[in-house]
């Protein structure tokens, strides 16, 4: 075995990437040759299987040619989950017209990672691009073909220190059940006389503390607190289910810089069962349709509403900075994140006092900065999802 990268082994006889701490092995089988009735173009495609003791299932990767300007004559991996998944079925004879939730997370979990830092060698053919591309997969709790996600590769940042590791050897369980969807709920202003009442700036639930004046840090929300409080407050996310929300609180209203540059951005409050947490979002670029919108960990500000039964699920204290997730934590606040951001359609609710470009357009994507990679955190890392 030789060290590739955090917990990631090279295994030249598979070949393949093996997890010295899960058990798990993304393993490169080829050419996809025996399965040319599902792929449009044969000499492209690459087979890898995902392997573990619970689990295996097969993954059709494309070599494209980069996708954006900085890629050059680099090749881009593209895994195709939605025909991963008619392979699947082939193979195994399931009857499900796609994996369950919990399998596809546990492939997905591992394999955007693997990929990721997979070592360039006579593998990888050529110069591996700096995104891996990912094409189908669950959202929102549905499986969507039409969604899209990008991971960047590995970067040794000069910032990554050995105690930014979390080497938890924590897996999702295979029988987890997709969350309850969010639904987008507009804002439906109540009429004072002749004018329309605005929201307000901030915009707080019922038992919402930050320990700043400032509502960044340590939010606590008391976890007997309705999360049905926002009709005709402000545009709001809310699960089907009644158990997750998430929704803009505040938009700034002055220029951060001395010299006036200022970027449009929110302060979103995302609240499941056991976790209420600020995080600083942004319109990222826009188009006619709407909007990418940015976020990253480390603008994250946590409180605990309940005890997490799973001790994989912890915050770390770092220095000058809030605590840092857990990789666990952190999958399960990116993927809550991404899910509830990409339902929103955009909304003409606004404060008096917002500036001009603040405003709450649709969501076509999210992209989060930073990350684990390895189970190392890097401040390389990015995870963008598009609707």
Request: glycine content about 8%; hydrophobic content about 35%; overall charge negative.
């Amino acid at each position: 075995m030789t060290l590739v990268f955090g917990w990631w082994d090279w295994d030249a006889e598979a070949p393949g990437m093996v997890n010295r701490v899960t058990g798990e092995r993304v393993v490169y089988r080829g050419r996809a040759l025996d399965e040319e009735v599902l792929l449009p173009d044969r000499q492209t495609w690459l087979r890898f299987d995902y392997l573990h003791s619970e689990l295996t299932f097969p993954l059709l990767v494309q070599e494209v040619p980069g996708r954006v300007w900085n890629d050059g004559d680099k090749k881009t991996w593209q895994l195709d989950y939605r025909r991963s998944a008619a392979l699947w079925r082939r193979e195994t004879g399931a009857s499900e017209p796609n994996p369950s939730y919990g399998v596809w997370r546990r492939v997905d979990d591992c394999v955007s990672d693997a990929l990721a830092c997979w070592p360039e060698s006579e593998i990888a053919l050529r110069p591996l691009a700096e995104y891996v591309h990912l094409d189908g997969g669950w959202l929102n709790g549905t499986w969507r073909e039409e969604v899209r996600r990008s991971e960047r590769r590995v970067v040794i940042h000069e910032r990554l220190r050995p105690d930014d590791s979390d080497y938890t050897s924590w897996l999702i369980p295979l029988d987890t059940q997709a969350p309850s969807p969010f639904l987008f709920h507009d804002y439906q202003p109540e009429q004072h006389g002749e004018e329309k009442l605005i929201p307000d700036n901030p915009v707080f639930l019922k038992g919402l503390q930050f320990r700043d004046p400032e509502l960044r840090f340590n939010p606590k929300l008391p976890p007997d607190e309705p999360l049905t409080q926002l009709e005709g407050r402000t545009a709001y996310l809310l699960s089907q289910d009644r158990s997750r929300l998430l929704y803009p609180y505040f938009g700034d209203t002055e220029r951060q810089k001395e010299r006036g540059h200022w970027t449009p951005r929110f302060k979103l409050l995302y609240v499941d069962e056991y976790v209420v947490m600020s995080v600083i979002g942004a319109p990222w670029t826009r188009s006619e349709t709407g909007a990418m919108w940015s976020s990253s960990p480390v603008s994250f500000s946590l409180g605990w509403r309940r005890e997490v039964p799973d001790t994989a699920f912890f915050l770390r204290p770092y220095t000058n900075q809030n605590p840092r997730p857990s990789r666990a934590l952190l999958l399960h606040l990116r993927w809550g994140l991404a899910e509830g951001w990409n339902a929103w359609d955009g909304s003409e609710a606004r404060h008096k006092d917002w500036l001009e470009p603040l405003v709450l357009m649709r969501v076509d994507g999210t992209w989060m900065f930073d990350g684990y990679h390895g189970g190392r955190w890097g401040a390389g890392a990015s995870f963008i999802v598009q609707r």
